[in-house]
Each structure stands twice: as C-alpha cells, then as structure tokens.
Nanobody, 125 residues
Framework: QVQLVESGGGLVQPGGSLRLSCAASGFTLDDYAIGWFRQAPGKEREGVSCISSSAGSTYFADSVKGRFTISRDNAKNTVYLQMNSLKPEDTAVYYC??????????????????WGQGTQVTVSS
C-alpha cells in the first residue's frame, strides 16, 4: 500500500532548526514530485515547498524562502525539509504529499494524490 510518513517535528525555540523527513513505502519516491504543506489552527493549508522527481526544480513559499531547504535521498526513499531560523508563525502541522506532477508555479494549487498523516512543529519560547 502506498504510504507517506512524516517525522522530525517537535518543540523548538524561535531561531532554532528542525529537519522533517518524508519516508515513502509502496512506491519509489524518485518517480514523484514531493510537496510540503502546513496547516495552522484556524488557517488554510498552504504550500511550503516542492521538489521535482529529478530534483531539477524546487519551489518555496515566499514566507520561507532563504530559511527552508528541500532535498531528497533516493537511496533512502526519503525527502527532507530543513527548516532554519524558525519563527512562531511557522507553527503548524506539516504534511508531505506525492504526485506525478511537475513542480511549477502552480504546484500548491493542484490536487495531490498521496498524503502523510502530518507532524507537529511548534515554535515557541
């Protein structure tokens, strides 16, 4: 069965860092684009970052550019989201998603076929 499992969330202070992992089973991640999304209480889900199947294209929301990095390790069938200089407004449940799509300018607006359960990130003093 196709599954995505996020891990790496937790409680960090403002300015701290976390690395989230998105591990796939039932399919090979290097055939798919992977997106990271987040949803905070009372807010709409928003796209954070996307990496293409070839890793040739990456995209970031304006709110995280310069602070977050997305990468993939095909040998581990895992995609990572490195989050640096975290702010309280980054607090949310973070989800990864997979689809056979391109990471283009509209990546966050299209339906994604596969979703993980999410991992909580809390940035607070």
């Amino acid at each position: 069965q196709v599954q995505l499992v996020e891990s790496g969330g937790g409680l960090v202070q403002p300015g701290g860092s976390l690395r989230l992992s998105c591990a796939a089973s039932g399919f090979t991640l290097d055939d798919y684009a992977i997106g990271w999304f987040r949803q905070a209480p009372g807010k709409e889900r928003e796209g954070v970052s996307c990496i293409s199947s070839s890793a040739g294209s990456t995209y970031f929301a304006d709110s995280v550019k310069g602070r977050f990095t997305i990468s993939r390790d095909n040998a581990k069938n895992t995609v990572y989201l490195q989050m640096n200089s975290l702010k309280p407004e980054d607090t949310a449940v973070y989800y990864c998603a997979a689809d056979l799509i391109l990471c283009g300018s509209t990546w966050s607006a299209v339906p994604w076929d596969y979703w993980g359960q999410g991992t909580q990130v809390t940035v607070s003093s």
